[in-house]
């Protein structure tokens, strides 16, 4: 298959899927005492974290290219079928049936059930066409177009990337899931379509994931614990069917309010837009599930090669990993083994980019979070966490599971005193993490209770999710007007790679999520919440309004000091430059070289700037 890849780009796109989510976890399961249900999450999770990083070390020796990421298939092959050799032959079809038997069917609908509900919606809001263009739409229009721009600007040149909408800075940004995304697509050309399906996917790995994380107590609890993880959420859901009741919009009726009541954004709609969380969310489930057994000394240094992978996929669970390993480390003091410490060494994967300055943040004694989105503390965390928060509640007072109650509780306290993001309000993240062993334990709880009773608190946990689903698939944002797709499609064939256009600050641009090519600056959260000073942003957005409404001397000294190739104005730019197209066509070293349907491009003619 990696052979055939080389002359075919439809074998390409199927091999890059099963050497990135299948051929490095079946090498490396052989090494570990799991149980059936453990391989089927330690399988993708591990095969992501270890194929993305392999690529990434190849790329930086061969240089990032199809056939670099081909030769890293063929690479995989090889270890693979050393591992054959020493451990054994894989699994016979029929044996893999058998294997398969071991998980019920009713295991094997749920999982499938979750996978076809998000890629049915997830196809309804990302990158589908309409009569007026490319819709991104729901909760996903703001984010995933930044994830557009990164994937692209990758498989266009930018790498080792820089930030692809702040051009001159290294891109700090946890992005290996987009990198992901990029491998995949980099084998087979472009394919925007290709994101939602790997959404899709990564969501059901997460079930699967928490599935595996609570098995041992019943299946029952583990179903629960799959279905609550993926949809549960609080009480918000009681807007949605008093809207619907009295005859109200339900499609804008917002099951989340920013700084409110309803603070904090429901795990699937995490899920569906931050996807950082696709593969931190799992990667966390994957480390619990190792620790539940401190003393099996390979699975510690397993538990701590995932936490060091995951750091470039999301720093945040990352960190969150560490202090479940902190908190399992406390619990077993008593008996303490140097052994415990095997965690830490396969950890220090992560150094290179920690030294590096890759997704890094900064922790600050701050109780920032609380006094701005907390409302009432006795009540904001049960109507936002729900039923699920009660039901871990109650496993507080029953025995066992303290490596769950210990990281749900110490994940819930730290955003109110510590503050490791840029922006206040990313700590809410903390609380998505969190979510996990808050579902463990409510499905925990549940296991112990009558199916009918325990079907009914699954189902008043879940409601949330339905206003979300709602949402997402009655909203029409638009991503990009047939008018910008075409602009961006041209520049994609008629730039050069890595060229820097100039465009208005705002949250996306078609030169950037569709052409892939780099921009001087976007909408101020971005840049914001990866560490850059706000003053320094503002500085940028002055400069930006000076080259298009200002002076020719404005204009050149920020192409000048940027490094700009092309100036693009499009719907944004003339809304909010009314004049700059008759300022641009008075330069004489602009030159128009795309016009049509009101989205223009200008190249900058560098040597009649005299450079």
Request: hydrophobic share 50%; glycine share 6%; proline share 4%.
């Amino acid at each position: 298959m990696a052979l055939a890849g080389f002359a075919s780009n439809y074998i390409a796109l199927l091999a890059a899927f099963v050497f990135t989510f299948i051929v490095p976890g079946l090498c490396f399961y052989r090494f570990f005492s799991f149980d059936d249900h453990e391989k089927w999450a330690f399988i993708p999770i591990f095969s992501v974290l270890f194929s993305v990083q392999f690529v990434y070390v190849l790329s930086l020796v061969l240089g990032y290219s199809r056939n670099t990421i081909l030769v890293g298939f063929l690479v995989l092959t090889a270890i693979y079928t050393g591992v054959i050799y020493k451990k054994g032959q894989d699994f016979q079809p029929q044996q893999l049936l058998q294997k398969f038997g071991k998980i019920k069917k009713t295991s094997i609908l749920l999982f499938t059930v979750i996978l076809l509900v998000s890629l049915g919606v997830l196809l309804r809001t990302v990158w589908f066409s309409n009569d007026y263009g490319i819709v991104i739409t729901g909760a996903n229009w703001q984010d995933t177009p930044f994830h557009y721009e990164i994937i692209e600007s990758i498989n266009n040149g930018n790498f080792p990337p820089q930030t692809p909408n702040y051009v001159g800075t290294p891109l700090s940004y946890h992005y290996f899931v987009d990198f992901h995304t990029a491998i995949v697509e980099k084998v087979y050309g472009y394919l925007p379509t290709l994101l939602p399906i790997l959404n899709a996917v990564f969501i059901g790995v997460f079930a699967v994931s928490m599935y595996a994380l609570v098995r041992p107590h019943g299946r029952q609890a583990a179903i629960a614990a799959a279905v609550v993880g993926t949809f549960g959420w609080g009480f918000s859901y009681y807007k949605f069917f008093s809207a619907l009741f009295c005859g109200e919009s339900v499609v804008f009726n917002s099951f989340f309010e920013y700084g409110g009541t309803f603070g904090l954004p429901p795990i699937y709609d995490n899920l569906l837009q931050q996807r950082p969380m696709l593969m931190g969310l799992p990667a966390l489930v994957l480390v619990l599930t190792l620790l539940r057994n401190m003393d099996d000394k390979k699975r510690l240094l397993l538990a701590g090669l995932v936490t060091g992978l995951v750091y470039q996929f999301n720093n945040v669970a990352f960190f969150c990993c560490f202090v479940a390993y902190a908190f399992c480390l406390f619990v077993n003091l008593k008996k303490f083994k140097l052994s415990y410490l095997f965690f830490v060494l396969p950890s220090l994967v992560a150094l290179p980019f920690i030294l590096g300055g890759g997704a890094t943040f900064q922790a600050t004694l701050n109780v920032a979070w609380a006094i701005q989105f907390v409302k009432n503390p006795l009540t904001f965390y049960i109507l936002n966490l729900g039923l699920p928060l009660l039901l871990a509640i109650y496993c507080l007072f029953k025995r066992g599971n303290w490596y769950l109650k210990g990281t749900m509780l110490a994940l819930l306290i730290i955003p109110h005193f510590v503050i490791f993001t840029p922006n206040v309000w990313d700590m809410y993240k903390f609380f998505m993490f969190a979510w996990i062993p808050i579902a463990a334990l409510a499905g925990i709880s549940l296991a112990k209770t009558r199916k009918l009773v325990a079907f009914i608190l699954v189902l008043l946990s879940i409601l949330t999710s339905v206003s979300v689903i709602v949402y997402n698939i009655n909203t029409n944002f638009m991503g990009a007007t047939w008018a910008e797709y075409n602009v961006g499609i041209w520049t994609r064939e008629n730039t050069p790679e890595n060229s820097v256009f100039l465009t208005y600050y705002y949250i996306h641009a078609p030169t950037s999520m569709i052409g892939g090519r780099l921009r001087v600056s976007s909408d101020i959260n971005w840049p914001y919440g990866h560490g850059i000073p706000l003053e320094d942003i503002w500085a940028r957005e002055e400069a930006i309004d000076n080259a298009y409404a200002g002076s020719v001397s404005q204009l050149e000294g920020l192409i000048r000091e940027y490094n700009v190739s092309y100036v693009y104005v499009g719907s944004q730019e003339l809304s909010n430059y009314p004049n700059c197209i008759s300022h641009f066509n008075s330069i004489s070293w602009l030159t128009s070289v795309y016009n049509e349907d009101e989205q223009y491009v200008y190249q900058v003619e560098w040597i009649e700037l005299g450079s």
